[in-house]
């Protein structure tokens, strides 16, 4: 065995002495050295057409689990290591988890890369070196608290490259320094890279909670994703970002070309760039420039522009689809300016139509609008997704550019998101069907006719219960919390925001909480699982987590309803955590309002996990209850048709819900002096006011049949046979959300790598 060989070698020159005798930490370095130069040894896929996917973030999680089983060590590694008295589980507790993304775009970046590299398709990342992340979030006395989140060591993951490209800001140059991460491929011998610009002389951390100069661009524009843009300099500081990123990005997309001696005329047969929603959007007009700085005509360089570049859009929340005032751009390019009013006029030129300008009459720039005039595709992400942004959002686009719009529903890897994380459920499945569906996830479709063997279901409850108690151990260790394992595990884990309604979820809680000080008790009891930042300046989210922590603290504390309900927040939810989660998990919460998720991927883990979906008709929940079947899902609420028409006219009232017989007595549960005593009035008040007259992503609309369902579900999960029956065929036909599957479609219909 080749590797064990240069593993002893690496242990003796750095440690002298043997494996089994070394730490935790040295053994964690090791094997990270060791899988650096196996992946450094593979070449680049070489297949014709290069793409380059651009993104804000990359959600990578940790990687040591997730190369070696790349570079096909993965089994040989863990039986060493346990020969040795570790486990690959506790080494890689050592490895501090990269904060270069937060929620599902970004995971949804990490995952395409996983699947490009598998599919020996020559795909690398363009994003920037982020050094404290989001933020590292913290939970005390019933709020958030933000601090730095910092990953990046002496020895890790990234590969220090001599690459630099100047970026020009309007008041000063940058370097932009390039560091790489190999991204080895599953099942090939080769290996892209996900390559993160950062600035030369990085801040170091702030001391205290995640404030910093924000006009420090040259020492913090890689401090923070997404800076609080509250004020005028935290949105310069986002701009500045962006710009540093595809000016670089597309520079050295330049140099690539340069260097296979072909000529930038060409530019769009050899190269594809996809630009992960609209933060990546002043490529168009950067690599335009640097077309025209070469010699191009302006309409040779926007034909090779808008025949490289396609853009993936993610949402038809009006607050996330960016515009920027000219001024900024003006401050932070003001080179790009005449480019983008030049785009601006010739869209105009040929559409007048008002909804369609890249340039408003405010002068603001609407980053989307840009996008799909000069890509030569808009996808969306699911296929509910994709139809609202044809026939509502984007309308007057779609109409007349129907031949870019297509539809790209997400995906998520299974070799992170079942092979690695569940290796139990994996071997049931390589024992039923043979092996193959870690090849091709399509495969798992054959699990289905295990759905009547008894021996194959109840290894199913088994490996779920045997996954619950091992998060039980997690939720101990960390927090120091116990939980039941043989209570239902409810769990919702995404970013809080208000259209994922987890206050519909807090409401629910409240309902069972009350149920149960009336004496009416549930069959078993039930452990209601959350984990979610809140964006430091989004206030409603704030006080979502401050009612949740509420609530958990009131029923902890209480023993009358503590044995039947209780209440886990994990803090700082991320990669980690989810890997740890979503293997434990009996219902998955997939709750959005209808119409506003655009896809979801966290649905897609539980469900190959063999989690039970209870969600609404959005996203891809739409898909998963097209394939799992009536069955084998819980769904309620509002049709996607009828909120959009409930928008249009304005016929949505708060108060006609609230004024239910049980409803009003949830809500106003917010501000009993019972919880009020436990937490901060002006926030548990502000929320409560929200709900009663504003509620705008109607959590009142749906509470009563959401309850009403999860209720339902509570009781079917007593039938642990029929329950069984529901988990096979959620995993069995979660095929085809693997990522392999979408970015084979990206492949064919959107880049033509080969
Ligand atoms: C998958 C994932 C998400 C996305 O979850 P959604 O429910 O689709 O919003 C967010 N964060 C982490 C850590 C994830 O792994």
């Known amino acids: 065995m080749e590797f064990q060989a240069r593993l002893n070698e690496i242990i003796k020159e750095r440690y002298r002495k043997p494996l089994a005798k070394c730490t935790k930490a040295q053994v964690y370095h090791a094997l990270l050295q060791l899988t650096q130069e196996l992946s450094a040894q593979r070449p680049a896929p070489d297949t014709g057409r290069k793409l380059y996917y651009f993104s804000a973030e990359f959600l990578i999680g940790k990687l040591l689990s997730n190369n070696l089983l790349a570079l096909g060590i993965f089994d040989q590694v863990s039986a060493l290591l346990e020969k040795n008295g570790f486990t690959l589980a506790e080494i890689e507790e050592q490895e501090p988890e990269p904060s270069l993304g937060n929620g599902g775009l970004g995971r949804l970046a990490a995952c395409f890369l996983d699947s490009l590299a598998a599919l020996g398709l020559p795909g690398d990342g363009v994003g920037l070196n982020y050094h404290y992340g989001l933020f590292h979030q913290y939970l005390r006395n019933n709020k958030q608290e933000e601090q730095p989140d910092p990953w990046i060591e002496e020895q890790g993951w990234l590969i220090p490259t001599d690459v630099t490209f100047p970026v020009q800001f309007g008041s000063q140059t940058l370097n932009a320094v390039m560091w790489d991460i190999a991204v080895p491929g599953a099942n090939t011998q080769t290996a892209n890279r996900?390559?993160?610009?950062?600035?030369?002389?990085?801040?170091?951390?702030?001391?205290?909670?995640i404030d910093f100069d924000k006009g420090d661009i040259a020492h913090h524009l890689t401090s923070f994703l997404y800076p609080d843009d509250s004020d005028e300099a935290g949105r310069l500081l986002r701009v500045y970002q962006q710009y540093f990123m595809v000016s670089a990005g597309a520079q050295l997309i330049l140099k690539e070309l340069d260097e296979k001696g072909i000529s930038p005329w060409n530019l769009c047969d050899h190269v594809a760039i996809q630009i992960n929603d609209t933060h990546p959007s002043m490529v168009l007009p950067e690599l335009t420039r640097l077309l025209l700085e070469r010699g191009l005509s302006m309409n040779d360089a926007l034909h090779q522009v808008a025949h490289a570049c396609a853009y993936t859009n993610h949402t038809i929340l009006a607050e996330a689809l960016e515009k920027w005032p000219m001024s900024y751009i003006e401050r932070v390019a003001p080179q790009l300016v005449p480019i983008i009013r030049?785009?601006?006029?010739?869209?105009?030129?040929?559409?007048?139509?008002?909804?369609?300008?890249?340039?408003?009459?405010?002068?603001?720039?609407?980053m989307a609008h840009m996008d799909i005039h000069y890509t030569y595709s808009t996808n969306g992400v699911a296929a509910l997704h994709t139809e609202i942004l044809k026939?509502?959002?984007?309308?007057?686009?779609?109409?007349?550019?129907?031949?870019?719009?297509?539809?790209k529903t997400n995906g998520v890897t299974f070799r992170r998101w079942l092979e690695v994380c569940n290796p139990r459920l994996a071997s049931l499945i390589d024992d039923c069907i043979g092996s193959e569906w870690r090849r091709d996830a399509s495969q798992l479709e054959n699990f289905a006719t295990f759905v009547r063997d008894p021996k194959v279901l109840s290894a199913m409850l088994d490996i779920k219960d045997y996954n619950k108690q091992q998060l039980a151990k997690v939720l101990k260790q960390r927090q120091n919390v116990e939980v039941d394992p043989q209570s239902i595990f409810d769990i919702q884990v995404k970013r809080l925001h208000e259209y994922k309604r987890q206050q519909m979820n807090a409401l629910y809680v409240i309902k069972k909480y009350l149920d149960i000080k009336n004496g009416i008790l549930p069959t078993r009891p039930i452990t209601v699982i959350f984990g979610a930042k809140a964006a430091p300046a989004y206030v409603m989210a704030k006080h979502i987590i401050h009612l949740i922590l509420c609530l958990r603290q009131l029923i902890e504390s209480d023993p009358q309803v503590r044995p039947w309900l209780r209440v886990v927040m994990v803090e700082n939810y991320n990669v980690s955590w989810a890997e740890k989660l979503i293997p434990a998990c009996d219902i998955s919460e997939q709750?959005?309002?209808?119409s506003k998720e655009a896809s979801g991927t966290g649905n897609m883990k539980f469900m190959a996990n063999g989690a039970v979906t209870l969600g609404t008709m959005d996203g891809a929940n739409v898909e998963i209850a097209q394939l799992v079947g009536r069955d084998n899902i819980y769904t309620f609420g509002a049709s996607s048709d009828r909120v959009i028409q409930m928008y249009a006219n304005h016929s949505y009232h708060p108060q006609e819900f609230y004024n239910r017989p049980w409803v009003k007595e949830v809500v106003d549960f917010i501000v009993s002096p019972t919880l009020v005593a436990l937490g901060d009035e002006t926030c548990l008040r502000a929320l409560w006011n929200d709900m009663k007259t504003k509620d705008w992503f109607m959590a009142l609309l749906d509470v009563e049949e959401y309850t009403a369902v999860r209720n339902r579900l509570l009781s079917d999960y007593e039938d642990r046979t029929e329950w069984s029956k529901k988990m096979l065929i959620n995993t069995a036909k979660s095929g085809f959300f693997s990522s392999d599957r979408t970015i084979a479609q990206y492949n064919h219909d959107i880049w033509h790598l080969d």
């Open 194 to 209: 996900l390559h993160l610009f950062d600035v030369e002389k990085p801040a170091a951390a702030p001391t205290d909670g």
């Open 342 to 366: 030049e785009m601006d006029r010739r869209a105009k030129s040929v559409f007048p139509d008002p909804r369609m300008v890249i340039i408003d009459h405010k002068d603001v720039v609407h």
């Open 591 to 594: 709750i959005s309002l209808a």
């Open 391 to 407: 026939t509502s959002e984007l309308k007057p686009f779609a109409d007349v550019y129907s031949y870019k719009f297509n539809n």
